[in-house]
């Protein structure tokens, strides 16, 4: 667990700390103040973002932590340790001008990659040519959008087991890219080992019009994110909406929200909200999972292969309204392709209290464990400013798991999650990412956490 450390404002701070009570082993934590106005000059703390990322390469073994005021950076931004270096990287946004206090909201700090390239490319985990380096990731408080790439158009963020990664209260919208993962390709992985201690969390995010088409592509997958499962992955109070994959000449696609690649380890996904996504591909093409797709690859599969069984454990979720563009549909809502073969034998996949349409098993896959789970519209507001929120007489209020794994204690807009939304006096979770109030009726806008100023440093 991460220590909260308050320090004097507007300066630079450096901390040194002992590590394993050894002189010999010595890290540092730097802060770094950003704005979009800044110069490249970080001698005294304070410079632009790409000056900040570069001069955080050098410091080996450090915990930097940049604080980025609110405000629009247009650009490509990259992060890229070389050799042996590890060290953890914090990019928080919301801080105001003086950086004396911060807003975790993330409209107020926005990433724009300009359609010119990668909004922001983190990669600790050399994909071509792998290399033992690793830290933490934490990313907070962004929004991420119009990003132009072949792979990962708004965020690439990668590093090896057992490191960790978190992905928290940001927004990916309107990103491209020509072969996967629209909005952003994340993982947690190691080439070089069978390591399956890694971690990510992504919570409280927006995943939102972003898309993968290329014109003359056969294949392609994660309209709005790939996502790689090497140990423990959570995701929850997530609203994926609107994304795509694939173009008439597509014959491959998966995952028109979210495309899922089980390597070894738990995939939890608990209280998410996945519609409005697509997939689509030539008529009679197998084109699966508009939704979301989940998928482990033997050996001999091609690609990335994964190498010990996979799991995967949702709870809570509505995924309704996807769509596969094809006369082949194979799973409109959801793709099973976690299959239980040679090396993946044991693997599994459970869905729990949740709201789906369409489900397609691949002829491979393992037999879904199906419990409490309703294929009735969701019955989401019409109004803009509530929009995929629940209304009376949903089929999802109150209709959730409390005792599920990893349930969030709030919602997307950080209100309580077990609240008594039908009135028989029984606090119960609903589906989704938003929590029903039938105080209220319908909760508008998005309200995001408020936060002191405060520094954190350290693993989480």
Same mark, same amino acid.
């Given at each position: 667990?991460?220590?909260?450390?308050?320090?004097?404002?507007?300066?630079?701070?450096?901390?040194?700390?002992?590590?394993?009570?050894?002189?010999?082993?010595?890290?540092?934590?730097?802060?770094?103040?950003?704005?979009?106005?800044?110069?490249?000059?970080?001698?005294?703390? $304070?410079?632009?973002?790409?000056?900040?990322?570069? %001069?955080?390469?050098?410091?080996?073994?450090?915990?930097?932590?940049?604080?980025?005021?609110?405000?629009?950076?247009?650009?490509?931004?990259?992060?890229?340790?070389?050799?042996?270096?590890?060290?953890? =990287?914090?990019?928080?946004?919301?801080?105001?001008?003086?950086?004396?206090?911060?807003?975790?909201?993330?409209?107020?700090?926005?990433?724009?990659?300009?359609?010119?390239?990668?909004?922001?490319?983190?990669?600790?985990?050399?994909?071509?040519?792998?290399?033992?380096?690793?830290?933490?990731?934490?990313?907070?408080?962004?929004?991420?959008?119009?990003?132009? @790439?072949?792979?990962?158009?708004?965020?690439?963020?990668?590093?090896?087991?057992?490191?960790?990664?978190?992905?928290?209260?940001?927004?990916?919208? @309107?990103?491209?890219?020509?072969? @996967?993962?629209?909005?952003? @390709?994340?993982?947690?992985?190691?080439?070089?080992?069978?390591?399956? &201690?890694?971690?990510?969390?992504?919570?409280?995010?927006?995943?939102?019009?972003? &898309?993968?088409?290329?014109?003359?592509?056969?294949?392609? $997958?994660?309209?709005?994110?790939?996502?790689?499962?090497?140990?423990?992955?959570?995701?929850?109070?997530?609203?994926?909406?609107?994304?795509?994959?694939?173009?008439?000449?597509?014959?491959?696609?998966?995952?028109?929200?979210?495309?899922?690649?089980?390597?070894?380890?738990?995939?939890?996904?608990?209280?998410?909200?996945?519609?409005?996504?697509?997939? %689509?591909?030539?008529?009679?093409?197998?084109?699966?999972?508009?939704?979301?797709? =989940?998928?482990?690859?033997?050996?001999?599969?091609?690609?990335?292969?994964? !190498?010990?069984?996979?799991?995967?454990?949702?709870?809570? $979720?509505?995924?309704?309204?996807?769509?596969?563009?094809?006369?082949?549909?194979?799973?409109?809502?959801?793709?099973?392709?976690?299959?239980?073969?040679?090396?993946?034998?044991?693997?599994?996949?459970?869905?729990?209290?949740?709201?789906?349409?369409?489900? !397609?098993?691949?002829?491979?896959?393992?037999?879904?464990?199906?419990?409490?789970?309703?294929?009735?519209?969701?019955?989401?507001?019409?109004?803009?400013?509530?929009?995929?929120?629940?209304?009376?007489?949903?089929?999802?209020? &109150?209709?959730?798991?409390?005792?599920?794994?990893?349930?969030?204690?709030?919602?997307?807009?950080?209100?309580?999650?077990? !609240?008594?939304?039908?009135?028989?006096?029984?606090?119960?979770?609903?589906?989704?990412?938003?929590?029903?109030?039938?105080?209220?009726?319908?909760?508008?806008?998005?309200? !995001?956490?408020?936060?002191?100023?405060?520094?954190?440093?350290?693993?989480?």
């Amino acid at each position: 667990m991460k220590k909260l450390r308050r320090f004097p404002k507007n300066k630079f701070v450096i901390i040194a700390y002992v590590l394993h009570m050894s002189l010999a082993s010595v890290a540092f934590c730097a802060t770094y103040n950003v704005a979009p106005n800044f110069d490249s000059d970080c001698s005294d703390g $304070n410079c632009n973002f790409q000056a900040a990322l570069d %001069v955080s390469l050098l410091n080996n073994g450090s915990t930097n932590t940049i604080r980025l005021a609110q405000g629009e950076y247009i650009g490509n931004f990259t992060y890229f340790p070389l050799g042996n270096n590890t060290g953890d =990287i914090e990019i928080l946004g919301g801080w105001t001008a003086d950086f004396s206090s911060r807003t975790i909201n993330p409209e107020n700090t926005i990433l724009n990659g300009n359609n010119t390239g990668q909004v922001l490319n983190i990669k600790f985990e050399d994909l071509d040519n792998p290399v033992i380096i690793g830290g933490d990731i934490k990313i907070e408080g962004l929004t991420i959008k119009n990003g132009n @790439a072949y792979i990962a158009g708004g965020l690439m963020a990668f590093t090896a087991a057992p490191y960790r990664i978190d992905i928290l209260h940001c927004i990916f919208e @309107a990103n491209h890219a020509e072969d @996967a993962a629209g909005g952003c @390709a994340v993982g947690v992985y190691d080439f070089a080992s069978t390591d399956t &201690d890694g971690v990510l969390y992504m919570e409280n995010n927006i995943i939102s019009n972003n &898309d993968v088409s290329m014109t003359g592509a056969t294949d392609g $997958n994660g309209g709005g994110c790939d996502i790689f499962v090497n140990g423990l992955v959570v995701m929850r109070n997530n609203l994926i909406h609107s994304n795509n994959v694939g173009i008439n000449g597509y014959q491959h696609p998966d995952g028109g929200g979210l495309d899922v690649l089980i390597l070894a380890g738990d995939f939890y996904f608990v209280n998410n909200t996945v519609t409005e996504n697509k997939v %689509v591909a030539d008529t009679g093409s197998n084109a699966s999972g508009g939704g979301i797709s =989940i998928e482990t690859k033997p050996p001999g599969y091609g690609g990335l292969e994964s !190498w010990a069984p996979g799991h995967a454990y949702l709870y809570n $979720n509505i995924i309704f309204n996807n769509t596969v563009s094809t006369t082949q549909s194979l799973g409109d809502d959801i793709a099973n392709k976690v299959r239980d073969t040679s090396s993946l034998s044991g693997s599994s996949l459970l869905i729990s209290n949740s709201s789906y349409d369409d489900l !397609w098993n691949e002829s491979n896959a393992v037999v879904p464990t199906l419990t409490s789970n309703t294929n009735s519209d969701p019955l989401f507001s019409s109004i803009a400013s509530s929009q995929f929120h629940l209304t009376v007489p949903s089929p999802c209020i &109150d209709t959730g798991l409390n005792s599920a794994l990893y349930l969030p204690e709030r919602d997307l807009e950080s209100n309580i999650r077990t !609240w008594d939304g039908n009135g028989d006096n029984i606090a119960t979770v609903d589906m989704g990412c938003y929590e029903f109030d039938s105080q209220q009726n319908i909760k508008t806008g998005f309200l !995001w956490n408020l936060f002191l100023p405060a520094i954190i440093t350290g693993k989480n």
